[in-house]
């Protein structure tokens, strides 16, 4: 079956970075696009980065672009959010996501907390 494994979140000061992996099992991964979501406390969730399968493709929400990077390996199944000058709006849990055989999976994401 499907199993998105987000990790690589955790608790970092405002300006700094982190990268975030997803590591993807139970589908042919180099197929398909995939996604990164995050949801912010008492906020919708939003579609923050894609990549298509081949990688040779993305796509930023417009408050990210310049800021985040989001990148694969389809060698180790994986893909990635770099993410850099963090600040306190960033907190968030961050998910990837792939949608397959017309159903969405989520992983259970990764939290990013930044310190005040």
């Known amino acids: 079956q499907v199993q998105l494994v987000e990790s690589g979140g955790g608790l970092v000061q405002p300006g700094g970075s982190l990268r975030l992996s997803c590591a993807a099992s139970?589908?042919?991964?180099?197929?398909?696009?995939m996604n990164w979501y995050r949801q912010a406390p008492a906020k919708e969730r939003d579609l923050v980065a894609t990549?298509?399968?081949?990688?040779?493709?993305?796509n930023y929400a417009d408050s990210v672009k310049g800021r985040f990077t989001i990148s694969r390996d389809n060698a180790k199944n994986t893909v990635y959010l770099e993410m850099n000058s963090l600040n306190v709006v960033h907190t968030a849990v961050y998910s990837c996501?792939?949608?397959?055989?017309?159903?969405?999976?989520w992983g259970k994401g990764t939290l990013v907390t930044l310190s005040s």
């Open positions: 139970g589908f042919t991964f180099r197929g398909f696009s």
């Open positions: 990549i298509s399968a081949a990688g040779s493709s993305t």
């Open positions: 996501t792939v949608v397959r055989g017309g159903i969405l999976y």
